[in-house]
């Protein structure tokens, strides 16, 4: 166990310049799009030289998706930025309060829905 004076003193030395929250993208079937997250990853960590990384949070669909796939997610993320391990992950595993985290909520893609007359 840590003091908050220790950790505000690691992420004052550590956690520095510029990060992003990540979001996780999807296939057509509603699963984690894998070679997509790695791409993404890529990207943020080589073109736009992200000083650290955010995931899993609010901004990865954390009510969208099962524990496992959460846990899943964060795996790629870390194994991708652990091939040239430049900078850091913050790996956040929210948990939203008003779903359990075992269930999976399915939203209708947007194409399905009715339009305006």
């Known amino acids: 166990m840590y ?12 956690m520095r310049g510029v990060w992003g929250a990540i979001p996780y993208p999807f296939k057509s079937n509603g699963e984690l799009d894998e070679g997509q997250i790695r791409k993404d990853v890529r990207y943020y960590v080589d073109r736009l030289k992200l000083d650290g990384l955010f995931c899993g949070g609010l901004v990865g669909e954390c ?7 959460r846990k899943r997610g964060q795996e790629i993320v870390v194994s991708e930025v ?4 430049r900078i850091p992950v913050a790996s956040a595993f929210a948990i939203p309060w008003r779903f359990p985290s075992t269930l999976k909520a399915r ?4 194409s399905s829905l009715p339009t305006r007359p």
């Open 82 to 85: 652990a091939r040239s391990w």
């Open 107 to 110: 939203v209708q893609p947007m």
């Open 63 to 69: 009510w969208s998706l099962t524990l496992d796939e």
């Open 3 to 14: 003091k908050k004076s220790e950790a505000k003193a690691y992420a004052r030395e550590h």
